[in-house]
């Protein structure tokens, strides 16, 4: 069953640094998006991108984020100039009719 | 502003009890309902996804309802088993698709 990857798994990054966060989504699905969990917390909609662009963001993803489809395939989130507050579980999801696929996360540690 | 809420925040079970979850959301114009299943330091699995047209929908021993008049869903798990010791968590897409929101999740614990 195809499935959704996301790397790293794990990135440890200082304050300040940009981190980039890669996700391969389901190859025939058509709407994509991003979302974070602090530890305990819920899960945060973050973002979604639809034909080429963000269909909706929430207030989270101001202007120290951005996501880019780069080649067809990626999905990646950036996080320009990382805050401590900033480290948490980042969810890639990719859905087609609807039904949302999240991938394995990438577990962010801003030091 | 959408809101989901979820109860109880835990449960905790012998092994072969019947179970119902309860997500309540605040806004009735949503286009879909997904539960979930979260296991600890993981991703999150789909279980079942209900469009908003839809009254309930099956799978094994998991069943979920909705009625968007109300704005509740529930899931139901028969015959509980160590193995659904989990988080489940409702997700509410907004009409137009693009925003989801979830609850905190009912941390599950079926005791062998």
């Known amino acids: 069953e195809p499935e959704v990857t996301q790397t790293p798994s794990h990135q440890v990054t200082q304050m300040g640094q940009e981190v980039i966060l890669r996700c391969v989504p389901i190859?025939?699905?058509?709407?994509f998006y991003w979302y974070r969990q602090i530890l305990g917390q819920k899960v945060e909609f973050l973002v979604s991108?639809?034909?080429?662009?963000?269909?909706?963001k929430s207030e989270i993803f101001d202007d120290q984020f951005s996501v880019e489809r780069p080649d067809g395939s990626n999905f990646t989130l950036k996080i320009r100039s990382t805050k401590l507050e900033d480290s948490a579980m980042y969810f890639c999801?990719?859905?087609?009719?609807?039904?949302?696929?999240f991938g394995p996360g990438t577990r962010l540690t801003v030091l | 502003k959408q809101e989901v809420t979820q109860i109880p925040a835990a449960l905790s079970v012998p092994e072969g009890e019947n179970l119902v979850l309860n997500c309540s959301f605040t806004?009735?114009?949503?286009?879909?309902l997904q539960w979930f299943r979260q296991d600890p330091g993981k991703g999150l699995t789909s279980l079942l996804l209900?469009?908003?047209?839809?009254r309930e929908q099956t799978s094994g021993r998991l069943n979920a309802s909705l009625d968007k008049s109300s704005g509740r869903s529930t899931l139901y798990i028969a015959a509980s088993q160590p193995g659904d010791s989990a988080t489940y968590l409702c997700?509410?897409?907004?009409?137009?698709?693009?925003?989801?929101?979830f609850g905190a999740g009912t941390r599950l614990f079926v005791k062998a």
């Open positions: 997700a509410v897409l907004n009409t137009g698709g693009f925003k989801t929101i």
């Open positions: 806004d009735s114009a949503i286009y879909n």
């Open positions: 190859s025939n699905h058509l709407y």
């Open positions: 991108f639809y034909n080429n662009e963000i269909s909706e």
């Open positions: 209900i469009q908003s047209s839809q």
């Open positions: 999801a990719s859905s087609a009719q609807g039904r949302q696929y």
